[in-house]
């Protein structure tokens, strides 16, 4: 079992940034993805961005390509979402997500563990 706890949403004017905090506990990481997902409202959870704990480089969605950025705390065992020039339309939860084998990165259903979200509000 991996727990996950998310952290650092807000309210936030357009233009300005966030960071996240996902910290995991439970068992050792290894070679397991961990993953941002944001769902806004009426909407479907959707991908932000993942990194394989093990190393390596994130993976991005398109539309946050360039302006967040996904990094890990091998000792804190926690990763964090850098959100900076936010957008109205980006108000949503964002989630933490966690699994030890994933064939699609961006797949929400190849997730086994998440969080329980953080709220971002975006104001214009």
């Known amino acids: 079992q991996v727990q996950l706890v998310e952290s650092g949403g807000g309210l936030v004017q357009a233009g300005g940034s966030l960071r996240l905090s996902c910290a995991a506990s439970?068992?050792?990481?290894?070679?397991?993805?961990l993953a941002w997902f944001r769902q806004a409202p009426g909407k479907e959870r959707e991908f932000v961005a993942a990194?394989?704990?093990?190393?390596?480089?994130?993976s991005y969605a398109d539309s946050v390509k360039g302006r967040f950025t996904m990094s890990r705390d091998n000792v804190k065992t926690t990763v964090y979402l850098q959100l900076n020039s936010l957008k109205v339309e980006e108000t949503a939860v964002y989630y933490c997500?966690?699994?030890?084998?994933?064939?699609?990165?961006?797949?929400?259903?190849?997730?086994?563990?998440w969080g329980q979200g953080t709220q971002v509000t975006v104001s214009s």
């Open positions: 997500a966690a699994a030890p084998f994933v064939v699609s990165w961006s797949r929400s259903s190849d997730y086994s563990y």
């Open positions: 990194i394989r704990w093990s190393g390596g480089s994130p």
């Open positions: 439970g068992r050792s990481l290894g070679t397991y993805v």
